[in-house]
């Protein structure tokens, strides 16, 4: 039952993302969801709920597509990258080892 509840919104989702993108855009859009699916499904929620809005008039092009991707990145908090270096400590052992 569950699964039949997914697969129907995952129906509805698709066709309303039919209904409102161009061709580039489905592209772009399939094109995320290959390499980052949590991204794309973040873009089609944001999609949808302009569409139900009213605030999509006509269908989204890639360029818009492309502004609406960099809002979605621009939420996402990344973690800052921090690079730490563990070098050998050696004793000035050298020179006592030579007999100096």
């Known amino acids: 039952?569950?699964?039949?509840?997914?697969?129907?919104?995952?129906?509805?989702?698709?066709?309303i993302m039919g209904q409102i993108l161009t061709n580039e855009a489905k592209e772009r859009l399939a094109n995320i969801a290959c390499v980052k699916p949590e991204k794309?499904?973040?873009?089609?929620?944001?999609l949808i709920e302009n569409a139900k809005r009213g605030m999509i008039q006509g269908k989204v092009s890639e360029s818009q597509m492309i502004g609406l991707l960099e809002q979605v990145s621009e939420k996402e908090v990344k973690?800052?990258?921090?690079?730490?270096?563990?070098?050998?400590?050696?004793?000035?052992?050298d020179l006592d080892d030579l007999g100096f």
Do not use: V
């Not at 039952?1 to 066709?15: G, N, V």
């Not at 794309?40 to 944001?46: G, H, K, N, Q």
């Open 1 to 15: 039952m569950e699964m039949e509840q997914q697969e129907a919104m995952r129906e509805q989702r698709k066709a």
């Open 40 to 46: 794309a499904e973040r873009l089609e929620m944001l």
């Open 79 to 93: 973690p800052a990258t921090t690079i730490s270096f563990n070098r050998k400590r050696f004793d000035d052992d």
